[in-house]
């Protein structure tokens, strides 16, 4: 009120003062005031007093910031955390790639010990082997040991050098027998001076070292070596050639699959197998199966060629080597151009590379000639092939790796996997050494002709059994 009567704010400071000037405390104690000792009211001016608005505010402002610092430490605090856990989770999800990445590799490794065990467990060659360091299994032979003898009928002998030849009617012991034949017959044993003991040996220990795949097996060793021995009659080379390039021939045809594990150079690669970092996927399984071979001929008990000299030994290894390798089909198309331009220029056999180009093309013939020989013959081959393309297509897919179509079990037929091959790599491979061997064309390539027409005649069926189960199908819906 004093502050209203007086006009000034009402956060002005008030004090009493006596006649001399000091400051007294107002009280019910308070003496009167008189006119000669009267109390005087000093009234200090606003502007010199604190706003309490203005400190309000102050508060205010302050209780905001503070509660907006302490929401901020909040939102960093639970921010630190969830990123803490986002970090752990990285290093988890890290940690569980490296670990699966290990883990299919540590599969990859386990399935294939578990078909290296399951192989030796089943092989019956294997009482009679002995598994050394390097994985090679020799056959045990001792040079007492009576050998089995067969005896094959002239018949049987004249039907061995044909490209017809019934591979499946044989046991593994007669086409052992019928492999030293071969051998034999060529006047090989006499040209390399092979101890019969040893030579009976070397092809027991290669029979030992094809595993139980559907396709590549010993049987397919043979089936190659037979078209070879077939093909060096069919076309004289039996005569036109010296022994050693017919030792060097047959003995690469023998070897060109040792030890494969029925998964193909894709796979090896794609796998990062250890053939395909040991050969930096160069033709891995082709390089594979020359270390095999000359790992069972550098043994004494297995050589073959232990009694040449060391020039005609190099020599050998080097022609089997470089026919073994020809096999990868990879390299198809460079070498059948190359002997179709030396044909353009006019094949001379005397020509050392016209002669070696031809080598190297009749062991590819050989590798892949089933379709040479009858329907009765060659179609169960293919059942074979499928069989060990689907298993491999399988195992791609359950790795995560490329599946080639002609492979995937859901993509392709008999008929579709063999016209093509018949159209575009096998009737003109062969219509390319018939060039060379007229016979060839009336035998072989005939043949091949007659296989695609079946296969084409198996596609026409099996698309119209297509059809008729859509047609029925169709009416059911």
């Known amino acids: 009120m004093i502050c209203c009567l007086a006009g000034v704010s009402s956060n002005s400071i008030i004090s009493l003062q006596d006649n001399e000037g000091t400051v ?32 309000s505010k102050l508060f205010e402002l302050v209780n905001k910031q503070m509660a907006d610092t302490l929401r901020l430490n909040t939102l ?38 578990l078909w290296d065990r399951k192989l030796s467990k089943s092989s019956a060659s294997l009482n009679n082997c002995l598994t050394i360091n390097d994985g090679i299994k020799i056959a045990q032979l001792k040079a007492d040991d009576p050998l089995e003898k067969y005896t094959f009928t002239k018949a049987t002998t004249e039907y061995l050098k044909k490209p017809t030849f019934n ?24 040209e390399f001076r092979i101890n019969p003991i ?48 017919l030792g060097i021939l047959l003995t690469a045809c023998v070897c060109h699959d040792l030890d494969h594990p029925g998964y193909n150079n894709s796979y090896q690669i794609n796998a990062r197998t250890a053939l395909a970092i040991r050969y930096s996927d160069i033709s891995p399984l082709e390089n594979h199966h020359c270390a095999v071979a000359f790992s069972i001929l550098n043994r004494p008990e297995t050589n073959i060629f232990a009694n040449v000299s060391q020039e005609v030994f190099q020599r050998v290894r080097q022609g089997m080597t470089t026919l073994i390798l020809a096999t990868d089909m990879a390299r198809h198309g460079e070498i059948l151009e190359t002997l179709k331009r030396y044909i353009e220029e006019g094949f001379v056999l005397d020509k050392k590379e016209h002669r070696e180009q031809l080598k190297i093309v009749l062991i590819k013939c050989c590798d892949i ?16 092939l499928l069989e060990e393309y689907f298993t491999q297509s399988d195992r791609e897919k359950e790795e995560g790796l490329p599946v080639a179509p002609f492979m995937d079990r859901e993509k392709v037929t008999k008929s579709s996997a063999q016209i093509g091959f018949l159209k575009f790599v096998l009737i003109p491979m062969f219509q390319t050494v018939a060039r060379i061997f007229p016979i ?30 859509s047609a029925i199908i169709d009416e059911a819906d």
């Open 369 to 384: 000639s089933n379709e040479v020989r009858p329907m009765n013959v060659s179609e169960p081959w293919v059942d074979c």
């Open 76 to 113: 960093r605090s639970e921010f630190d955390e969830r990123f803490k856990i986002l970090e752990s989770r990285i290093s988890v999800d890290n940690a569980r790639l490296v670990e699966l990445d290990k883990v299919k590799q540590d599969l990859s490794e386990i399935r294939q010990q």
């Open 198 to 245: 040893t030579l009976r040996r070397w092809v027991l220990t290669i029979q030992a070292n094809y595993r139980n795949n559907p396709f590549h097996n010993f049987r397919h060793c043979f089936c190659v070596a037979q078209m070879m021995y077939g093909m060096l009659h069919l076309c004289g080379l039996n005569e036109k050639l010296t022994k050693e390039e």
């Open 24 to 55: 007294i405390s107002c009280s019910k104690s308070l003496p009167a005031n008189t006119e000669k000792t009267p109390y005087t009211v000093i009234i200090k001016p606003t502007e010199d007093a604190f706003d309490v608005g203005l400190l």
């Open 167 to 190: 591979i499946w009617q044989w046991e593994p012991n007669e086409m052992i027998a019928l492999l030293e034949h071969m051998y034999s017959e060529l006047d090989l044993i006499n």
């Open 440 to 469: 060839i064309d009336e035998i072989m390539v005939t043949q091949l002709k007659f296989a695609l027409h079946r296969y084409e005649e198996l596609q026409t069926e099996e698309e119209n059994e297509r059809k008729k189960s």
